[in-house]
C-alpha cells in the first residue's frame, strides 16, 4: 500500500494566528493516479490526556461541561501542547495545573491520529500512578470543574454508563482500564 501525496495546500481559515485551527484545502494524489482537488484539512495542536490514579487507589476526574456535549461529562486531565513541548512534559504540566498532583510513575498509552481523513492533530494519552498534592489548583480552563474521586469500580462503571462523554477521555480510561487490568 502506498500513501496518498500532497500536490498542493491552499489556506482558507486561519483565526488568532493558527494557536488553534488552520483549515487547509489540499490536492491530494492518491496511489492509483486520481487527483482529488480541495480536500479539506484541518490542522489543530497535538495534546495530552492523563487518566490520574492518586497513591490512595482513587482516580482523579472533574464533572464538567462542555460545548460540543450536551450535559454534564465526567473529564479527565487535558490540554494542548505548547510549542516545541514533548507530550510527557505537557502532561505533567496539565496535572499539576489542573490538580495540583505530581505522579512518579507515568506509562504512555500510545499517540492517536484524531482523525485519519481530515486531520485534527493527535493525542498522546498517558496513565499516570502514585499521583499526590503538591500544591493548589492553578488551572486556566474556561469550563466550571468539580474535582471527583472514584474508585477503579467506579470508573469503570462511569465508562460504562457513557459518563465520558468526548471519545478521547473515554478512550484513555478504557485503555488504562485494560493496562491496568493486565498488570
Given at each position: 500500500?502506498?500513501?496518498?501525496?500532497?500536490?498542493?495546500?491552499?489556506?482558507?481559515?486561519?483565526?488568532?494566528?493558527?494557536?488553534?485551527?488552520?483549515?487547509?484545502?489540499?490536492?491530494?494524489?492518491?496511489?492509483?493516479?486520481?487527483?482529488?482537488?480541495?480536500?479539506?484539512?484541518?490542522?489543530?495542536?497535538?495534546?495530552?490526556?492523563?487518566?490520574?490514579?492518586?497513591?490512595?487507589?482513587?482516580?482523579?476526574?472533574?464533572?464538567?461541561?462542555?460545548?460540543?456535549?450536551e450535559g454534564v461529562t465526567l473529564a479527565i486531565v487535558g490540554g494542548y501542547l505548547e510549542p516545541d513541548e514533548e507530550p510527557l512534559a505537557a502532561a505533567r504540566r496539565e496535572l499539576l495545573e489542573e490538580t495540583g498532583c505530581e505522579a512518579p510513575s507515568w506509562t504512555a498509552l500510545g499517540r492517536y491520529a484524531v482523525d485519519g481523513n481530515r486531520g485534527c492533530g493527535h493525542a498522546h494519552l498517558f496513565l499516570a500512578r502514585g499521583a499526590r498534592w503538591v500544591q493548589p489548583i492553578d488551572a486556566d480552563d474556561l469550563e466550571e470543574q468539580e474535582l471527583v474521586l472514584l474508585s477503579r469500580d467506579e470508573l469503570r462503571d462511569a465508562l460504562d454508563a457513557g459518563e465520558f462523554k468526548i471519545l478521547p477521555w473515554a478512550t484513555a480510561v478504557a485503555l488504562a482500564l485494560l493496562r491496568l487490568a493486565g498488570g
Open positions: 500500500m502506498q500513501p496518498w501525496k500532497t500536490l498542493a495546500r491552499r489556506r482558507l481559515l486561519q483565526p488568532d494566528d493558527g494557536r488553534f485551527l488552520t483549515v487547509e484545502s489540499h490536492t491530494v494524489q492518491l496511489p492509483d493516479g486520481r487527483v482529488i482537488e480541495d480536500w479539506p484539512w484541518l490542522i489543530t495542536p497535538d495534546y495530552i490526556n492523563v487518566v490520574v490514579e492518586t497513591e490512595a487507589g482513587e482516580f482523579v476526574c472533574f464533572r464538567q461541561t462542555k460545548y460540543a456535549a
